[in-house]
């Protein structure tokens, strides 16, 4: 099993990326997945996770209103678009993949992870 997440990047505030992550080694429809980030210098912490169905989402208060988390299960794929980037975004972003199937926040409940893709907001 393996979780490979692309699409960061440079950007300055205001700017947009979306973030890609997709699964191999098996199907990933029945779980839950999410997405953490890593800021520079901090402990990791929960951005935004997505129930299997893709009917509950659920996000930290820091993103709310300008990231969005999607799926395709037809492509074992997550993606999470972020609007209005701030430079207190900046982090290495990692996708997660949950067995409990729900759009969870903790950490501890997801089994799989990603090696993770930077993303700087410039000022």
């Known amino acids: 099993v393996q979780l490979q997440a692309s699409g960061g990047g440079l950007v300055q505030t205001g700017d947009s990326l979306r973030l890609s992550c997709v699964a191999y080694?098996?199907?990933?429809?029945?779980?839950?997945m999410g997405w953490f980030r890593q800021p520079p210098g901090k402990e990791r912490e929960f951005v935004a996770a997505?129930?299997?169905?893709?009917?509950?989402?659920n996000y930290a208060d820091s993103v709310k209103g300008r990231f969005t988390i999607s799926r395709d299960n037809a492509k074992n794929n997550v993606y999470l678009q972020m609007n209005s980037l701030k430079p207190e975004d900046t982090a290495v972003y990692s996708c997660?993949?949950?067995?409990?199937?729900?759009?969870?926040?903790?950490?501890?409940?997801?089994?799989?992870w990603g090696q993770g893709t930077q993303v700087t907001v410039s000022s």
């Open positions: 080694g098996r199907s990933f429809s029945n779980y839950g």
């Open positions: 997505i129930s299997w169905s893709g009917g509950t989402r």
């Open positions: 997660a993949t949950s067995p409990r199937g729900w759009a969870s926040s903790v950490a501890s409940n997801y089994d799989h």
